[in-house]
């Protein structure tokens, strides 16, 4: 395939000085009982959804409803976003590196990779390994493999050229006849 001609004047200086890291956001909600409630009442829902005949008037449909809007709006006051960056490809390698398993079916040590990739990508909340391991005591499995691998893609996935995202491109076209 032939290389496309790149413009004239382009400054490899200029680049290398406006290259910056990859970084992401992970968003997590912290408040525990609160997802655990919202799990409670959206079975509760689907089992009054499913009394068939039964009117919204007579059916307490509407109160579960109206209680999980309210706990989603808790939830999102209790949510945290975590912003991470990338690490150098060698910085992420010698990470790893340091981090050996000794099972020889993996290639690193998730229970002390992990801590040390959370304090070394950590951009918001910056956090220690310690820290990171005091807060991963009250995440689930789930919300700590949400982070690890947030963690693993931004350090080791390629990254699209341009993304593109349908809805976004969507919605800004939807505005096209607002004033």
Not at 100 to 128: G, I, K
Request: glycine residues 6%; aromatic residues 6%; proline residues 7%.
């Amino acid at each position: 395939m032939p290389q496309k001609p790149q413009p004239q004047g382009l400054d490899i200086e200029a680049i290398i000085a406006g290259a910056t890291a990859r970084e992401v956001t992970v968003p997590l909600c912290l408040a525990g009982a609160l997802q655990g409630e919202y799990e409670a009442l959206e079975r509760q829902l689907t089992d009054a959804a499913a009394l068939v005949g039964q009117s919204l008037a007579g059916s307490p449909r509407t109160q579960i409803a109206e209680r999980m809007e309210a706990l989603r709006e808790e939830m999102a006051r209790n949510r945290v976003e975590f912003r991470f960056r990338a690490l150098s490809p060698q910085a992420w390698s010698d990470l790893l590196a340091a981090h050996p398993s000794s099972n020889p079916d993996q290639m690193f040590n998730p229970d002390t990779l992990f801590p040390a990739a959370v304090a070394a990508c950590a951009v918001e909340p910056a956090m220690t390994e310690d820290q990171y391991r005091r807060l991963s005591e009250k995440l689930s499995a789930g919300q700590q493999g949400v982070l690890q691998q947030a963690l693993w893609d931004l350090n080791t996935s390629a990254v699209q050229a341009v993304p593109f995202s349908l809805l976004a491109s969507a919605t800004a076209a939807s505005r096209t006849g607002e004033s």
